[in-house]
């Protein structure tokens, strides 16, 4: 029999039984896609991480990421949680004179080598990393009314100011919905039957302004089925795609630009999100997230 250790941790909050759950396997070594598919499915959470040796010495790890249903090649929630988890472990296992108030590595990915900057201690940390491929347009959504019809919404509450519904991908592909109100998001739900209309399965990102904060924020919900997530407290790999979002319709001038993103806070799950944009010249130069992390729980799969 062998013995695989795991950690859970709840992301992008620093409390726990917040934020995000995820399952990370620290010990996939032997595993194949199929077995990792079928822990995935066990755990049940939005997404479990399995840990490899890397491909390249100078990095930390490889990484493989698999919702209940298949896996993806990025997202944001497991690699934040895992680079924390990581940097806790060398932190135990370094002299404490000798450790450093943060540590910085890479961690690779299918979309490529994700930077990470991590501070760590006491069963939490923070992280931020950097992805390694830009948002990617894919053009506009659905029609307003054919989303309304598939959230429980009026076509009157999909999109306010220049924004509407548009399709963007960091690694996994989204359909970004504008929605008119924080009343009218918290009212949203899926209709599987009308969602099937829409075509081609798609997770569905809504956002509106958040009335609660200053500055640029905003309050998200994320709804995937397809992928087994019939709702997600918080999804970085969504929160990076929506920097192309913001580029395009909220005219956000040269520098870099800093906004808040709440999630989460309709399920009771209550998340917050720290993108980061770098834009000059009317382009989009990078992309950075940033969250909290912190260990809920320990054991091993015995199989």
Same mark, same amino acid.
């Given at each position: ?125 923070? %992280? *931020?990393?950097?992805? !390694?491929? +830009? ?9 307003? /009314? $054919?989303? &309304?019809? @598939? ?68 309050? %998200? *919900?994320?709804?995937? !089925?397809? +992928? ?9 790999? /969504? $929160?990076? &795609?929506? @920097? ?60």
């Amino acid at each position: 029999m062998t013995r695989r250790r795991f950690v859970t941790l709840d992301v992008f909050t620093d409390e726990p039984f917040a934020g995000n759950p995820l399952a990370v396997v620290l010990d996939a070594g032997g595993l194949d896609g199929a077995a990792m598919q079928r822990i995935a499915r066990e755990f049940n959470l939005s997404e479990t991480v399995f840990v490899e040796a890397p491909a390249e010495a100078r990095h930390r790890a490889a990484l493989r990421i698999f919702t209940p249903t298949r896996e993806l090649p990025f997202a944001g929630h497991p690699t934040l949680g895992t680079a924390v988890l990581l940097a806790l472990q060398d932190r135990a296992a370094t002299d404490v004179a000798a450790q450093a108030d943060a540590v910085a590595f890479g961690l690779e990915e299918g979309i490529g080598t994700v930077p990470c900057l991590v501070e760590a201690g006491a069963g939490r940390g923070r %992280a *931020r990393f950097k992805i !390694p491929v +830009l948002p990617a347009y894919l053009g506009d959504g659905p029609d307003p /009314a $054919a989303l &309304a019809a @598939a959230l429980g919404l009026a076509p009157g509450d999909i999109g306010f100011g220049a924004h509407a519904p548009s399709r963007h991908a960091a690694g996994p592909t989204f359909t970004f919905v504008p929605v008119a109100s924080r009343a009218r998001l918290d009212a949203a739900t899926v209709d599987p039957s009308a969602l099937a209309r829409l075509g081609e399965p798609t997770a569905l990102y809504l956002y509106t302004p958040d009335p609660e904060a200053l500055g640029q924020s905003y309050q %998200a *919900r994320m709804f995937a !089925p397809h +992928l087994g997530v019939p709702e997600d407290p918080a999804t970085g790999s /969504a $929160a990076a &795609a929506f @920097a192309g979002v913001l580029t395009q319709f909220a005219a956000l001038g040269s520098g870099v630009h800093d906004v808040a993103i709440r999630q989460g806070v309709a399920m009771g799950r209550p998340s917050t999100i720290a993108l980061q944009l770098d834009i000059a010249e009317g382009a989009l130069r990078s992309v950075e997230i940033g969250g909290s992390a912190v260990i809920v729980s320990e054991g091993a799969l015995l199989a």
